[in-house]
């Protein structure tokens, strides 16, 4: 098998991992968006089924807990966006056949900027999520935000790569063409 056949399997393995993961995040959102529901269904409701469901998705207190669950449909929002790019991407690489293009490297970059940007903006929302209705920010998961930032910063470096590597073939083709 050549080496550009196994990339082209490691994209589209890659492709259906990241198409997972914008799953899981639909997935969180409707979870997200539910609890809301069946919190002020809960409220409305005197009934033990409403009594034991909001168990699973109360926290200290009645603003925490839509705070909570707001700011939580703002994140999944945030990375569905980023990996619906990288998606897009991959798919983009795989049809053109080469990832080795200053075009998909300066795509890269700038899907490296809004991994960065986009979780940061979500912050921001979540906080005045949070400030509105009167609850501090430790209601709120700082860790993928961290996480979204890092890969961020790591699409960003393999847009370096790619850019070098671009370059390179542009040398080497202009090479080939004066001999």
């Not at 082209?8 to 968006?33: D, E, G």
């Not at 671009?166 to 080497?172: F, N």
Request: a negative charge; aromatic letters at 14%.
């Amino acid at each position: 098998m050549k080496k550009v056949e196994l990339l082209q399997k490691m994209l589209k393995f890659f492709a259906a991992c990241i198409f997972l993961a914008v799953l899981y995040y639909v997935i969180a959102a409707i979870w997200n968006i539910v609890s809301i529901v069946i919190y002020y269904s809960a409220q409305n409701i005197d009934n033990s089924f409403w009594s034991d469901a909001l168990k699973y998705i109360e926290r200290s207190s009645p603003a925490a807990t839509l705070a909570y669950r707001w700011s939580g449909i703002v994140y999944c929002v945030a990375d569905m966006v980023s990996f619906i790019m990288v998606f897009k991407y991959l798919l983009d690489v795989i049809e053109e056949g080469t990832l080795f293009t200053p075009h998909s490297a300066r795509h890269m970059t700038f899907i490296g900027l809004k991994t960065i940007f986009l979780p940061l903006i979500a912050e921001l929302i979540a906080l005045i999520i949070h400030l509105c209705y009167g609850v501090g920010s430790e209601y709120s998961d700082h860790m993928p935000v961290v996480i979204s930032v890092i890969f961020g910063v790591v699409l960003l470096f393999v847009s370096l790569i790619l850019h070098h590597v671009a370059e390179l073939e542009e040398k080497l083709k202009n090479i080939e063409n004066k001999e």
